[in-house]
């Protein structure tokens, strides 16, 4: 018989960093009914960026593939063509490497014919006017005259650490009493403490600039041990409520992501 041209197989690989805390599974869940909703033919699959926490959910028995291996797999179904979505919130080090293992598996013999990744959350400008508009829309119910609410990113050594401080710019052009500091890069929480000690607070509202809440949110951000956010901002006499859901948690965030996903199925399309 003579050879027929295969039929072509389109999948969704959705990749965040991963968290072991089994508080965010929800979150993961809202963004795949999302992604489901918009792509309702297409099969979805999941992977994590990070190698410590599929081990630590491993020796839980969860098995959570890498990107590599979920692209090996997709392969090997048939899939001729994989959209991979980052859900990363920056192009830094953890998208990187989520890069490099999509540029790997492009026209692997016997593999995928076309692998394409989408952007994480702040890529282009209009990401961060996006995202900004959504977070300031979204600000908690609670809040009063006199409160201020800092976000806690994740923050990085790698370059796109300029995303934050680009985020806060565009916040503060809007909003002077929304704050945004990182863990591990610029700006910092002393940063913000010292604004703050110039004006008069009623109370801080601490919210994740993350994915998902856990981790981070649940231990430097509202932990209790005397390094968290909460504890440092409260032993300086300031009022504190913290809110314990990602991102992702919030449908016009996941939207964002979306627009990224269209993007890489419009390109795959037209190969
Ligand atoms: C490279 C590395 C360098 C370093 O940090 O030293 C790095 C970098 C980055 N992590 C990011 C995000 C998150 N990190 C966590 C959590 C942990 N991250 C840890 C390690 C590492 N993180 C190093 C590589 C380890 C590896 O390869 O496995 C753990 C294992 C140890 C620890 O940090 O103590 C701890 C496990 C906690 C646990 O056991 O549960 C969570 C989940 C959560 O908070 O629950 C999120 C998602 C937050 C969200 O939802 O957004 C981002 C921003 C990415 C983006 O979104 O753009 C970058 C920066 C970038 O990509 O440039
Ligand atoms: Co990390």
């Known amino acids: 018989a003579a050879h027929t041209k295969k039929a072509n197989k389109t999948g969704i690989l959705l990749v965040s960093f991963g968290s072991s805390y089994p508080e965010t599974r929800a979150t993961f869940q809202h963004i795949?009914?999302?992604?489901?909703?918009?792509?309702?033919?297409?099969?979805?699959?999941?992977?994590?960026?990070?190698?410590?926490?599929?081990?630590?959910?491993?020796?839980?028995?969860?098995t959570i593939d890498s990107?590599?291996?979920?692209?090996?797999?997709?392969?090997?179904?048939?899939?001729?063509?994989?959209?991979?979505?980052?859900?990363?919130?920056?192009?830094?080090?953890?998208?990187?490497?989520?890069?490099?293992?999509?540029?790997?598996?492009s026209g692997m013999p016997k593999g995928i014919d076309q692998v394409q990744l989408g952007k994480p959350l702040l890529y282009h400008q209009n990401d961060i006017e996006n995202l900004g508009d959504v977070l300031l829309q979204n600000l908690p119910e609670g809040?009063?005259?006199?409160?201020?609410?800092?976000?806690?990113?994740h923050g990085t050594h790698h370059p796109a650490n300029v995303y934050y401080p680009g985020m806060q710019y565009y916040l503060w052009q809007k909003h002077p009493n929304v704050f945004l500091a990182t863990v591990e890069g610029y700006p910092e929480l002393n940063q913000v403490i010292e604004?703050?000690?110039?004006?008069?607070?009623?109370?801080?509202?601490l919210l994740p600039f993350m994915t998902i809440a856990g981790d981070h949110a649940r231990n430097d951000m509202a932990g209790e041990e005397e390094e968290s956010w909460k504890s440092v901002l409260e032993a300086r006499g300031y009022k504190t409520e913290a809110v314990l859901s990602g991102m992702a948690d919030q449908d016009d965030v996941v939207q964002i992501w979306i627009e990224h996903l269209k993007e890489v199925l419009i390109e795959l399309k037209s190969k």
């Open 67 to 105: 990107p590599a291996e979920a692209l090996s797999k997709m392969g090997e179904e048939g899939f001729t063509n994989v959209a991979v979505q980052s859900l990363h919130v920056i192009p830094g080090e953890e998208y990187e490497n989520l890069k490099t293992t999509v540029e790997a598996f």
């Open 143 to 153: 809040m009063v005259e006199g409160d201020v609410v800092v976000f806690m990113g």
């Open 195 to 205: 604004k703050l000690e110039t004006r008069k607070v009623n109370k801080v509202w």
């Open 32 to 62: 795949e009914a999302e992604v489901k909703a918009t792509f309702p033919d297409l099969e979805i699959h999941w992977a994590f960026t990070s190698k410590i926490i599929r081990n630590k959910l491993r020796s839980r028995g969860e």
